[in-house]
Structure formats: C-alpha cells, structure tokens
C-alpha cells in the first residue's frame, strides 16, 4: 500500500515537473524527436505563439544549446546531427560527391553547407577538400592522402601552381574522377594566327589563375580547420608553412645573428613586423633563442649586445648610455637591465651614476676616489661623489669596497653611518682625547660621539693601550683610566 501511495506521488510529482518544463526544454525535445520541423506546426503543438517559438530557437542557437539552423525562409529548423548525417552517407564511399542534393533537400545557401562540411572536417569525421569555390564537388580523401598533402606542405616553400599540380596528382589515381572537370588543360596548336596566339595566352593565363585559386582553396580550408599553419606571400604565389618559417627563421637568425625585419619579410616572405615578433618570440619559448627586439625593426642575439658592451668598455672606463642605446638601437630599460645582468655575472665591474645615463667601471671609480681618501685626514664621502654623482647605495658600496682593498695604504675607517671616512690615526687622537678627558668613559656614550661601533672602538682603544698612548682598561662597554 505505502509502494503505490510513494508511486501516484511520484507521477504526480513528474507530470508537474512537466508542466512547468521551460519553452527551451520543450523544443529541444521536439527537434530531438523529428529531426525537422516547421516553425508554425511545432509552435502550435507545443502550445506557444509562433513568435514565441521562434525568438526561443534563435536564442537557443545564439547560446548554443542547440544546433541547427532555419531553413525554407526560416518557416522551418532543421538540427546540424540531421545534415551531417546526410552529408556522411553520401560521402561515405565516394571519393568525389556532389553535395547539391542536400543543399536543395534543406534548402541550404552553398556557405551554409559548406560550414556543415568545414565543422566536419575540423572534428575528423571528414577529410578532403572542395573544389573551385563556386562549385557543389568536395573530394573525400583518406587518411593517408591527407597526410600527403600535409607533409607536401611543410616539406618547403609551396608553390600554388605546383601544389596544385601535386593535387591533382592525388585526384588521378581515383579512376571515376574527370580531371577536365577541375581545370581544363589548353593544348597549344601548331599554326596560329596572332590572334590565337593571344587566346592561347589568355587561356595559359586564366589555367594558372585557376590553378593558383584552387591550391589556395584548399590551404585555406586547412588553415581554418587547423590542419596547418602558415601564411600566403604577398602576390599569393606562395604558402609558407610555420615549420618551415621556424626552421629557416632559426637558421637564418644563427647565420646572420642580426637580422632587419624587412630582410626577413624578403628572405621567408612573412608579411608583417607582428607576425615575425610572433615566430621568434616561439623560437625564444621553445629552441632557446637568445635576444632583443630593437627600435629600427630588428631583432639582435644576445651574444652581439653583450660583445658591443664589452668591447666599448675596454676601450674606455665610462659609457654613454643614451649613445650606446642610439648605437644598439634598444630601449634604454632594456640597455640597463642587459649591463646589470652582465655585472651580476662579473662579466662588467662598475655600477651607473644616480640618473643612469653613465656606466663607470670601477677602475675610473677607484682613480677618482682613491688620492683624495689617501691624502684626507678625515673626509665625508658625499665629497667624493661630484664627479660621478653615484646612488647613495652604489657610492657607499663603492667606497666600502676601495677601503678594504686598500686598507694597508688608506689606513682609515669608515664610520658606522657610512657618511665619513677617517684616518686612524686622526682617530686615535680624538679618542685619546676623550678618554683621558674623564676617568670612565661608556662606550656606548663614545660610539654616538665618534659614530663608530662598540666592536670597532674596543679594537682601537686595545691598540692605544698596547701603544702606552693611554692608560685604564675596559669592563662591560665602560672604559676606566687608570
């Protein structure tokens, strides 16, 4: 009793659920059902005005929930699965079809069907080409004879008229095929006037135009389906594919290691600065290239930019940024960043003034700073800095390093605020000074008067009272003279 009381409740359940059912589900299932249908009859069986019906379908389609499209005027809608299906069988065993028929069955625009076969193609449920683009023939090729047209493609810089003769290669070895029907051959005659001989070469002509048009065809159709990738030459006379590009973009960019865009362009018949920034950006992510895009439309390897520097640097212990960046054509962000990563490596030693529109090596810093902190009895590092106007960082650094090289010859310090350098012996004086001047000195009151650290000051105070230049001792940072 309970099993069919939960049963009628469950079907009362479902039929409300089916009563509220939205239009969009509703449709769905009706299209699902029939496969095709008209727009008014299938309004009136579902319940809905006509217009109703029909703004739903179309934003069904809009949003992609269903697939399909109006046909007869958009009185009626047929699903993508339906023509598709079509499309298949009749393809299924025919090397060579007419796809006419089924545009008239559903009355399709020829762009319309082809767009079925295109989304075919792109899925593998179909393979081929079609022929001249005003025609209703599409040729279903196989696996294999795919894979020769693609390997034909990437082998080299394609000829259209040659690829198109390739094709057509394809196209003889099926024996219903009639050749005559894709491009006619003109035979020449052994006599002719002047004015045949004019027709001859207007026919040679419209042959190659054709020829060419066909060839193009069918690339593009490979590149929309992504079977390929690749570009046209300006006049259209060329395809070229990506491999191709890359193998002899990479080659070419090694041999020549500076290459001008235009000379690419001309070289690899790439057509625009963009595309060309496209192929060595891929080169740079995946074959380890090395370089930099330059203001002139050039692209330049590393290993130049870096031998420039190095070069110009050991003919002179400064550069000129803004006329290093005019000469290597570069932005200046990009000239400085280079210069820091070389230093980081110890391949440059130097550092940049405050505006960075200098670079010194250190040996011009060095002979700068050197005499001066060699004759100061006590000096405030600022000083040292006018001829070169360096970063604050960079200048104490700088300094710091020049005092340690040369501590045996500067015998100095810099004090523990890096603003000062001092003689030690102009320090020993002034310590003494004050140490003698009372009879407990903190050394923590000191370091604030001299601006040097506890640690420093117990060194120099140990050495005045080795020297018998004082006398006291030291207990827990305080000094006592004795």
């Known amino acids: 009793?309970?099993?069919?009381?939960?049963?009628?409740?469950?079907?009362?359940?479902?039929?409300?659920?089916?009563?509220?059912?939205?239009?969009?589900?509703?449709?769905?299932?009706?299209?699902?059902?029939?496969?095709?249908?008209?727009?008014?009859?299938?309004?009136?069986?579902?319940?809905?005005?006509?217009?109703?019906?029909?703004?739903?379908?179309?934003?069904?389609?809009?949003?992609?929930?269903?697939?399909?499209?109006?046909?007869?005027?958009?009185?009626?809608?047929?699903?993508?699965?339906g023509i598709e299906n079509d499309i298949l069988a009749t393809s299924e065993d025919a090397f060579k079809f007419n796809f006419k028929e089924i545009m008239e069955k559903y009355s399709l625009s020829l762009t319309n069907?082809?767009?079925?076969?295109?989304?075919?193609?792109?899925?593998?449920?179909?393979?081929?080409?079609?022929?001249?683009?005003?025609?209703?023939?599409?040729?279903?090729?196989?696996?294999?004879e795919e894979k020769q047209l693609i390997?034909?493609?990437?082998?080299?810089?394609?000829?259209?008229?040659?690829?198109?003769?390739?094709?057509?290669?394809?196209?003889?070895?099926?024996?219903?095929?009639?050749?005559?029907?894709?491009?006619?051959?003109?035979?020449?005659?052994?006599?002719?006037?002047?004015?045949e001989d004019f027709a001859a070469l207007a026919e040679e002509v419209i042959k190659e135009a054709n020829e060419k048009k066909f060839a193009r065809s069918i690339l593009e159709l490979f590149l929309i389906t992504n079977k390929i990738k690749g570009n046209f030459t300006r006049d259209y006379d060329y395809f070229v594919s990506d491999e191709i590009v890359l193998k002899e973009l990479l080659n070419f960019i090694k041999f020549t290691r500076e290459i001008s865009f235009e000379d690419v362009e001309e070289e690899l018949a790439i057509i625009s600065p963009e595309l060309i920034k496209s192929y060595i950006e891929i080169l740079e992510r995946n074959h380890g290239l090395e370089g930099?895009?330059?203001?002139?439309?050039?692209?330049?390897?590393?290993?130049?930019?870096?031998?420039?520097?190095?070069?110009?640097?050991?003919?002179?212990?400064?550069?000129?940024?803004?006329?290093?960046?005019?000469?290597?054509?570069?932005?200046?962000?990009?000239?400085?960043?280079?210069?820091?990563?070389?230093?980081?490596?110890?391949?440059?030693?130097?550092c940049f003034n405050a505006t960075k529109d200098k670079f010194y090596k250190f040996s011009k810093i060095k002979n700068e700073m050197f005499n001066r902190l060699l004759e100061a009895k006590e000096i405030e590092i600022e000083e040292l800095n006018s001829a070169l106007n360096l970063a604050e960082n960079d200048l104490l650094q700088n300094v710091e390093r020049i005092v340690s090289m040369y501590r045996k010859q500067l015998r100095g310090v810099l004090t523990s605020d890096g603003k000062t350098f001092i003689k030690e012996e102009t320090l020993d004086f002034r310590l003494m000074d004050l140490l003698n001047s009372r009879d407990q000195t903190s050394l923590r009151d000191l370091e604030q008067q001299v601006r040097l650290d506890v640690e420093t000051l117990k060194g120099f105070i140990q050495h005045l009272l080795e020297l018998g230049l004082i006398s006291g001792k030291i207990e827990k940072d305080i000094y006592f003279k004795s």
């Open 113 to 144: 069907i082809r767009r079925v076969i295109i989304n075919l193609i792109s899925e593998g449920r179909i393979r081929g080409f079609f022929d001249l683009p005003d025609t209703y023939i599409f040729y279903n090729i196989s696996e294999d």
């Open 151 to 195: 390997d034909e493609i990437n082998k080299q810089k394609l000829n259209l008229i040659h690829f198109s003769e390739f094709v057509k290669d394809i196209i003889s070895t099926h024996d219903d095929v009639d050749l005559s029907a894709l491009i006619e051959v003109a035979e020449k005659p052994e006599e002719q006037t002047s004015d």
């Open 292 to 350: 930099y895009f330059t203001e002139d439309d050039s692209y330049v390897l590393k290993d130049v930019i870096d031998e420039t520097i190095l070069n110009t640097l050991q003919a002179c212990d400064d550069l000129n940024i803004t006329e290093l960046q005019q000469q290597l054509k570069l932005n200046k962000d990009t000239l400085i960043q280079i210069m820091k990563e070389l230093a980081e490596k110890d391949k440059i030693d130097g």
């Open 1 to 81: 009793m309970l099993k069919k009381f939960k049963k009628k409740i469950g079907e009362e359940i479902d039929r409300i659920k089916e009563d509220l059912e939205p239009k969009e589900l509703l449709i769905k299932r009706y299209l699902e059902e029939r496969g095709i249908a008209n727009i008014e009859l299938m309004a009136s069986d579902l319940g809905l005005l006509t217009s109703v019906a029909k703004i739903t379908l179309e934003n069904m389609v809009e949003n992609e929930k269903i697939k399909g499209m109006f046909i007869y005027d958009n009185k009626e809608f047929v699903l993508l699965q």
